[in-house]
């Protein structure tokens, strides 16, 4: 099946920590069987409400294909993970 992951990382991240972050995170979805199909750094957005007392946050978009059992699991080590403030997980 095909995904699709948005996530956000605190803005005041540094450039290196954020692709940190962004490769963890892909190797998160590849070690368990997944396929990276994109990725795309959003950029930063001003947030709708703020969350830990930030209102900007660093957005990032992956599309990716993984069996059915694979969002759960990346959904509880993503909950878990430093600096992803908020994420969403969407079957395409």
Partial sequence: MKYE???IIPSASSDE???SLIAQV????EKDGG???SVERV???KLAYAINKKREGFYVLVNFSADAKLPNKLGKLLAI???IMR???IAK
């Fill in 35 to 37: 396929t990276i199909e």
């Fill in 26 to 29: 892909n190797g998160m979805i």
């Fill in 87 to 89: 994420y969403i997980i």
């Fill in 17 to 19: 920590e954020k692709e």
């Fill in 5 to 7: 992951l948005m996530y």
């Fill in 81 to 83: 993970t430093n600096n």
């Fill in 43 to 45: 950029g930063n957005k």
